[in-house]
């Protein structure tokens, strides 16, 4: 076949977000120069993240939007360091790309490696696995409030912070959501709200789920509140399989999953447009863990991981589940870092993965 040679953006940001977007690239070259011509990475690096900030005042260059349009995907690291406050990080970066190109869906595996310290005591823990899917354009991060209003001062101050729920951004999460679910074994989708508390977003959420899955009927439903579902994730976790809830709520959840997987440096994920307008965007579930950075310590995995849901979106599927292949033969060997309660450092992890390549070829 032909060649395909892929303009990747990669913004690697803050913290351990350089050095496990190192390793990640390091991967990616690697599976590009043995595909022997089959595809290959043009690559574009942005100095974009905090340190930038410090000298320029801005997260990211004013047009970087434009900057990155027209790459095939976006490979991203973790924002966020001390010195800069966190919502100008994430808002001047992760969100501007995520709501600037309209990457509406997030999709969070939550896997469950094998060789690696279960935080969960379930008879079937090894064959866990369940997909989040976060509303990932408005919900609680719609950014909709203000501060300071007239007359207020210190001790009287007061902030008011809005969801947005749309229809038809609710329709266009759960139709994914639902879709999703029809790719896997066990056809569920669980929907997770706070509609008893939160009477007006949260119900037109669910009144959308009610309506959406009549077009489904080969796939089960279930509805949680989000309280309640932090506790299913503990105690009936064989019950999960594609979790659908707002922005907040999906952030929450994907943090307790991997944990319960392993660690928050396992996890995976993708920001999708899935109409694909714009670039979608891939990054590691964690931030950029400021107590480990530049000690080489950081697990990976996540960003590993997420650089294998890349391939997949850019039609690489074979590539992309060898590549999975490979992360969970690296686990199952043992050879972990230490937020898994092992001794291997970033760097040994992804040489063991890119040698794990051939192995699971
Ligand atoms: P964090 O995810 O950076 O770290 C939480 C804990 O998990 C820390 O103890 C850290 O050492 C550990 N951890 C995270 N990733 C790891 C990895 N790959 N290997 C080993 N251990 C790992 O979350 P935290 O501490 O709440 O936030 C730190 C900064 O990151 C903040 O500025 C925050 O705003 C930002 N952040 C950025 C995100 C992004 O860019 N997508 C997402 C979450 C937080
Ligand atoms: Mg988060």
């Known amino acids: 076949g032909e060649a395909k040679t892929f303009r990747l953006a990669v913004i690697p940001g803050d913290g351990i977000g350089k050095e496990v977007v190192r390793e990640g690239m390091r991967v990616l070259e690697h599976m590009a120069e043995e595909s022997e011509g089959k595809f290959s990475f043009e690559s574009d690096y942005f100095p974009w993240g905090c340190e930038y900030y410090l000298e320029n005042g801005k997260m990211m260059d004013e047009d970087g939007l434009e900057q990155i349009r027209n790459h095939d995907a976006i490979y991203f690291g973790a924002v966020g360091f001390p010195g800069v406050p966190d919502h100008i990080s994430l808002w001047g970066l992760r969100l501007a790309i995520c709501q600037g190109f309209d990457q509406w869906a997030n999709i969070r595996p939550v896997e469950f490696l094998p060789g690696v310290p279960r935080r969960l005591n ?20 719609s950014g909709i409030g203000g501060r300071n209003f007239a007359g207020r001062g210190t001790g009287n101050e007061v902030a008011v912070q809005s969801a947005l ?8 999460i759960i139709r994914f959501a639902f879709d999703l679910a029809r790719t896997r074994d066990r056809k569920k989708v669980t929907s ?12 037109l959420w669910d009144e959308v789920f009610a309506r959406v899955s009549k077009d489904y009927p080969d796939v089960e439903t279930d ?9 299913e994730f503990v105690l009936h976790p064989e019950e999960l399989e594609v979790v659908v809830a707002s922005n907040l709520f999906a952030d929450i959840l994907s943090d307790l999953g991997s944990a319960l997987a392993g660690s928050l440096g396992v996890a995976a994920s993708a920001n999708l447009n899935p109409e694909r307008r714009t670039p979608s965007m891939f990054e590691s579930v964690h931030g950029s863990a400021p107590d480990i950075a530049g000690k080489g310590v950081a697990n990976p995995i996540g960003t590993i991981g997420s650089a294998a849901l890349m391939l997949d979106h850019l039609g690489l599927a074979e590539e992309a589940a060898r590549l999975n292949n490979a992360i969970a033969e690296t686990t199952r060997q043992g050879i972990l870092t230490r937020d898994l309660g092992g001794t291997y450092d970033t760097v040994e992890v992804t040489d063991a993965i890119i040698q794990n390549l051939a192995k699971v070829k």
Do not use: I
Request: aromatic share 8%.
């Open 165 to 172: 729920f749309t229809e038809k951004g609710c329709e266009r």
């Open 223 to 231: 509805q949680r509140l989000v309280d309640a579902m932090a506790a």
């Open 192 to 203: 997770v709200t706070k509609s008893n508390a939160q009477q007006y977003g949260m119900v």
């Open 122 to 141: 379930h008879p079937d823990v090894d064959n866990l696995n369940w997909v989040l899917v976060r509303e990932n354009s408005e919900g609680e991060y």
